[in-house]
């Protein structure tokens, strides 16, 4: 079964065409990073419109490429929510159009849950292709990202496997989910991949929001993590005692926003931004101090969750779940722990996850149902189980 998946919910255009659930054919991401990169963040009216300008072009595309036609796809998926409604409404809205033209059954998908399906996707190299769209601001400053970040590769099949034979599943139900992403932070008991178990969330900032807010107050530009990353190279992580928020209480639930206050006041005793982005080695005291803080935070709590579940398998997904010392802690902190992480291609945002877990909820949605409306909030227990 041949699935075409749409992702429009921030700031990346994404289709994809993923065989039966895991297998993908196809995975184009339009990057609009540059565009809102002056401005420090996305800005929700040109994310759309991006959106807009982009997604039919890029169906056509993926569809030629592959030699194929409409009527060859079984079914559309798209991201239903949550993210910025005027963003995901260019998605939903062009998938209902085209289903409803076509007569093909258009399944909506939580995109919290398509990050937790990541991990079941594989496909060659080829399959993945990266647009940054440029920005005509000749001062806007190219991203530039360590190069075992830059999402080129997707995971390959084992070794001598042909390709078109699916690998054994990575983890094995029930596991815990960390998804760690610009928006979200949030511990998920996973039964299934349409059985999911929320059992803790952040409580204000989200893992990747602090890390972008601490970009923000060091200037290093925009987007944050992968930058802070980068300075943190070389630092001592224990160079500055930061706080470790809620990390031995408030259950499953995580809290960054002091954290940031303290990086704050750290960076201004500290002398202020320039000051410490003058001073390489401070830089980097800095950043490593922060990223362990958040790290040994997220590590901890998932700790709790797999001990208290009975499960010594753990999922980490979203982008910041490309952090390196993030992929490296859990020999660290969780000794004994299984976990995998999707390559970086498919931690960030990607159609291929949302046409993926399609797959899994195809038979609650044989129709076209032109009712079918963005949510901002979607809440992930609307997914049928
Ligand atoms: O999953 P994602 O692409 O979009 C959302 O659904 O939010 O995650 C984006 C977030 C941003 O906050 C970005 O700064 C963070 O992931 N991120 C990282 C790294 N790469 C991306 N954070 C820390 N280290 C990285 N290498
Ligand atoms: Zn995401």
Redesign the pocket.
Known sequence: MLILGIET????TSVALVEDGRRILANVVASQVQLHARFGGVVPEIAARSHMQRLIPMIDDVLNTHGLVFDDIDALAVTLGP?LVGALLIGVETAKALAFARRKPLIPVH??AG?LYSPFLYGNDSAYRLIVLETEDPQTEPLS??RE?VPTAMPRPAAGAPETVAPDLPLHFPYIGL??????TSLIRVHSPTQLEPIGETVDD???????KV?KLLDLG?????????CACGGNPAAFPLPRPMMHGGGYDFSFSGLKTASMKLIKDLGGADKVRSDEKLLADVCASF?EA?VEVLMKKAGTALKHSGTRELAV??????????RSAVADYLPGVRAVFPP?SL???NAAMIAGLAYHLRDHYPGCDLAMNASAGLPLSLLPA
């Open positions: 919910s921030c700031d990346e993210g995109h919290i990050h990202r360590p970040s998804v760690v992403s610009g928006g979200h989200a893992a990747g929001e602090a890390f972008d970009a925009y987007p944050g993590g992968p930058r802070v990353e980068i990223q958040v997904v979203g982008g910041v779940a490309c952090n390196g010392r993030l970086p931690c960030t945002d």
